[in-house]
């Protein structure tokens, strides 16, 4: 394996076809070690997804989707209700490695729509148009990104402080990054952003992920504590806070990384412009709200030792560690999506997104 190339020029998530595998890069060993890993069984994709080897709602997405797609490709029948049968008991293995991030049975349902509208068509046939429509799904990721970042870059101005929480970086997308999309289309231009990064705790993907993709790509980056967000907008250093996102509610309550929404409220008190950057697969039109969302919890151990070789907390401590929170609409003043920036009231904003959307 290589390991002198710039973490930038690795695929987030792969199809290696010939080999039959998802490949991805273990993004659990970054940034200390740049680790591609080929998986070849439901077991390994499901794990990976799990334990955040590959993580971020649209890597997700885009891995559940390569991901069914193989184990599609190894079904043995020429017979469709078993295959699909079996499609489907694989389809729900996948779906339950995580349930937050609304991209993962996005894609699945995706995937599985392909089945059930090629009925007609034989197996093989079914098999090479999920391979294309996992690969359509990952392409268009990439145009997604692309989009969120002009829409994202006309509300900011060069020299701008922007600060971001958790990694929705090209490492968590096929390109460019949801909530650094912005940053990076500006860097191109010479926007000479200062950009910085919530450390964010407990798994650590600002520190380990943003900051470390943001600073190989060139981009000024300064590490922050998650308790120091209020000290630097209180300095006046952050013109705006963009953010990720793992679904948003139709009335735009918004789940994202643990912390999102101690950033948000501290920027409402300093008047920081809050933006969540959402592919519009992440929009749950049938989730009317943020209660409604389910909020993934974690394993003790990532608070208490996971990164660290000793022990950071007394043996047999509780621990409360939900790995995402949700942001109250009030507190956001944007949504980005590829179709345009949705703004409050979002009950109705978010549906002339979805319009749109429908339109092309
Ligand atoms: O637990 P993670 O690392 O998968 O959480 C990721 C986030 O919260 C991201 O901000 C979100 O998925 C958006 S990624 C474009």
């Known amino acids: ?45 499901w794990d990976a997804i799990y334990l955040l ?21 190894n079904l043995q029948t020429d017979n469709y209700q078993e295959f699909y049968t079996e499609f489907k008991k694989a389809k729900e293995y996948l779906d339950s490695a995580r349930p937050t991030a609304v991209n993962l049975s996005w894609a699945l349902n995706r995937m599985e729509k392909v089945v059930i509208d090629n009925k007609a068509k034989t197996i093989a046939e079914i098999k090479e148009l999920l391979r294309q429509e996992a690969i359509a799904i990952k392409e268009e990721d990439i145009w997604i990104c692309q989009k969120i970042g002009e829409y994202g870059l006309s509300l900011v101005k060069p020299g701008d402080g922007l600060l ?36 964010t705790r407990p798994l650590l993907q600002g520190a380990r992920l943003t900051a470390y993709e943001l600073s190989e790509s060139g981009l000024d980056v300064t590490l922050i504590c998650d308790n120091m967000s209020s000290n630097v907008m209180k300095n006046g250093w952050v013109n705006a806070v ?8 139709a009335n735009g309550d918004t789940a994202n990384k643990i912390g999102t929404s101690i950033v948000a409220i501290v920027a409402k008190r300093y008047n920081v412009p809050f933006y969540v950057c959402a592919p519009t697969s992440t929009i749950d039109y049938e989730t009317p709200t943020g209660k409604e969302i389910k909020i993934e919890q974690r394993p ?9 070789k000793e022990r950071m907390a007394p043996e047999g401590i509780k621990v409360y560690n ?25 009950t109705e904003s978010l549906q002339k997104i979805v319009a749109l959307k429908n339109k092309k």
């Open 164 to 199: 971001t929480h958790c990694n929705a970086g090209q490492l968590a997308t096929a390109k460019y990054g949801t909530a650094t999309a912005p940053m990076y289309l500006g860097h191109q231009k010479g926007y000479n952003f200062k950009v910085f990064c919530d450390e």
């Open 242 to 249: 963009f953010v990720g996102c793992d679904r948003v509610a």
């Open 322 to 346: 939900p790995a995402f929170d949700v942001t109250d609409n009030d507190l956001i003043s944007g949504i980005i999506t590829e179709y345009g920036i949705a703004r409050p009231p979002y």
């Open 1 to 45: 394996m290589e390991n002198k190339k710039n973490i930038m020029d690795y695929e987030t998530v792969a199809l290696d076809e010939e080999n039959h595998a998802l490949v991805i890069i273990d993004q659990t060993k970054l940034p200390g070690k740049t680790e591609i890993i080929s998986l070849t069984t439901q077991k390994d994709i």
């Open 300 to 308: 003790d151990k990532e608070v208490v030792e996971m990164w660290y």
């Open 53 to 73: 080897k590959v993580r971020g709602a649209p890597a997700i997405g885009d891995a559940a989707a390569i991901g069914i797609y193989l184990a599609a490709k």
